[in-house]
């Protein structure tokens, strides 16, 4: 499959890591770049997230372990995986799909596909930090999965073991509840095992999504927020794409003459290749140049608190999900996977399991929370992204990558400008064809 021949004018919709990423790998190539965010940037998921930078756990979210924790867990509001009662039919047809690849053998496909990405993800970020972001990713010997018994750490160490069988290294140590303290004194003496993994960074993601916005805007990116795109006209080879945008907000500094028309007019604009990079909302725009995996939204929680003494490095605990990130002077804590439409208003009864869940294993004060947020990462039933050319050769898929679109949004901004400018598709991206 190919894409249009020679583009200059791309226009790229989303403004989350991935987009941005895509952006300014294509403004590299020496494309003309505009970029559309309906919000503000890294309003979708690229905000509250952990910051967790890991390719070595980066791996396909079906398994046979999420389905072992069974269908009672999957309609508690307490627990760590939430599914309203009453699904849609997109959402049936997510769990269905979902459930249908929580097999080891799925599982094992799924994961060949991400090793050759996972050995690139921290490179991207280094070509990124080389053009000037300004927002450091922090490399950490000390990634620590925290448990209450040692027996508990049987699934991820088991999930190394299959990780490692896939071609990739993982190099793990386990420590005990003393071993973890004298590295994170945080942790309470509840915490009795642990493991702590090599190989891993973290960022800071409002800081990091701000300095790479900067950076792409330095570059020669228009950067237009709050403009949403309402459909797009895939084009053929001789015509190019039209990009259908509306104004989100008020456009400030207008006349009072040209202000009402220019606030509720829409625009069309024309471009050789668009990427679609709009996360859980993917499939609005997807659908219809054939992507018809539906892309369903795993909304997550997060909210910051003081901790004291501060730990240096995220905390991990496997058995609540909840993943923690330092962030300045505060500690991010995040959690959740609840499979309801991304617009939904934030539910407390979920800030308030995860609090439950991390108060007996952290020294923090979980009462004194901030930026409380919720988030929606974009899921996919088979665990896999979606990136490629869609049935438009002018119009690409870039998102659906559920828990680890951080960690693997520059390296696919990077692929995607490759595919937008050689015209093939890189073999690293076969397995993520949206049309499949
Ligand atoms: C609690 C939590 C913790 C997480 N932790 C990690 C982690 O530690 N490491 C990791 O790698 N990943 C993590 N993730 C996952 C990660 O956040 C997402 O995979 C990633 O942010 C997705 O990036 P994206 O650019 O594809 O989508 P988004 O960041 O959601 O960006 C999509 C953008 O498109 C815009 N948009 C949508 N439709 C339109 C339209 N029609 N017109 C214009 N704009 C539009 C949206 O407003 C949005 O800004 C976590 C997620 C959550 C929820």
Redesign the pocket.
Known sequence: MSTSASPRRAVV???????LSTAWFLRRAGLDVTV????RV?????????????PPI?TPLPEPAILRSGVRALVSPASPVYVPLRPDLDLLRFLLGFVRHSTGRAWRRAMAAYVPLNRRALEAFDVLAAAGVAEPTVPTGDFLACYRRPGQRRDLLEEFAAIRAAGQPVEAELLDGAQLRALAPALSTEVTAGIRLAGTRFIDPPRYMLALADTVVAAGVELREG????AVDGGTETRPALVRTRPTQPVPGGSETEAPARRDGEEILRADVVVL?????LG??ARPFGVRMVVQA?????FTVPVDPMPTMPLYFPIQRV?C?PLGGRYRV???MEFRRPGDPLDPRRIKAIVDATRPLLAGDLDDRVDEWV????VTPDGLPLIGPTRSPRVVA??G?????????PLTGQLVADLVTGGQVPAELWPFDPLR
């Open positions: 919709v989303g403004a989350g890591m991935v987009g559309l965010e309906q919000d890294a309003a979708g998921s690229s905000w509250g997230n952990a910051g967790w930078l890991t980066t403009v949403r795109v309402l990079a709009t996360g859980a909302w609005e725009l795993g909304r997550g929680y997060s993943a990130t995040a959690g959740m988030g929606s990462r974009p870039a998102g990558h559920g828990m680890w679109g951080i960690t693997l949004g």
